[in-house]
């Protein structure tokens, strides 16, 4: 689990519920009687040109039909409140999911730093640096949502806002301590592999040691042969020099016995 990857899912279940609960509002709001939000529309509208005598400029008569149109689009979809409901109490749990995930594993990285030494590219403070930005960046989305949801939105999505948060933190707690495990589980077997690459590495060295050194012994042998060859051709040209005997018997002359 990469705490960037759970920051990063986190940072887009804010954004989604964002725009769910705009549109849940916009909703909302042209809900009911469409023709009274039509001519609520139509008194603005004129209070703030005609009734003073000022002429509206096209693009403000432009803006305006189209704000009219928006008003009775959103009024036909209605309906789709429950399922905006849904969607932004899925969102706003993946957020918190995500929330609590990266706690656990900072809280966990936090404490191996303690008593490890640290070999990664980035350094130490680097590191804990990332974690305290992170951690605040975490926090202020979730004073984001709580201010969208339960201040600036219907009281059913604050409602939905308190419900879904205090299940998260009971759910938080299990995935903390599931996390931690998994954490010393995945540093163990870590620790393991690296001790197994450091043995294979190891018995490599040495194998290559060995060869070099055998093909560093037979150059060598080679060469001396080589050497006593051609300074002393009498000891003859195999591996193993002739003996006294040996040179004595040759440079007798041959007798050859007749049958």
């Not at 960037?4 to 809900?31: E, P, R, S």
């Not at 995500?98 to 303690?114: G, P, R, V």
């Not at 202020?140 to 999505?157: C, F, H, I, N």
Request: hydrophobic share 40%; with cysteine.
């Amino acid at each position: 689990m990469d705490p960037l990857t759970l920051f990063a899912l986190a940072n887009t279940a804010v954004a989604a519920v964002k725009k769910g609960c705009q549109l849940y509002k916009d909703i909302k709001g042209a809900a009911g009687d469409v023709k009274a939000v039509l001519k609520d529309l139509d008194e603005q509208f004129h209070g703030a040109f005609e009734a003073k005598g000022k002429t509206a400029t096209t693009e403000q008569r432009n803006q305006f039909v189209k704000e009219k149109n928006r008003v009775i689009e959103l009024n036909k979809r209605e309906g789709e409140t429950t399922g905006i409901y849904q969607e932004l109490g899925e969102h706003l749990g993946t957020y918190y999911d995500n929330l609590y995930k990266c706690l656990a594993i900072f809280e966990e990285e936090e404490k191996h730093h303690q008593h490890e030494i640290y070999e990664g590219d980035a350094s130490l403070g680097k590191r804990a640096l990332q974690r305290v930005l992170m951690r605040k960046q975490l926090e202020q989305m979730g004073l984001e949502l709580r201010e969208v949801m339960v201040y600036q939105s219907p009281k059913e999505l604050g409602a939905l806002h308190t419900e879904v948060e205090q299940m998260m933190k009971v759910m938080g707690q299990q995935q903390k301590g599931l996390i931690a495990k998994q954490m010393q589980q995945d540093h163990i077997r870590a620790v393991r592999k690296r001790q197994r690459m450091d043995a294979v590495w190891a018995n490599a060295a040495w194998g290559i040691a060995s060869i070099v050194v055998a093909a560093s012994v037979g150059l060598m042998f080679v060469f001396v042969i080589q050497d006593r060859i051609e300074k002393y051709p009498q000891l003859g040209t195999g591996i193993v020099p002739k003996s006294e005997t040996q040179r004595r018997a040759e440079t007798e002359p041959k007798r050859y016995v007749g049958r």
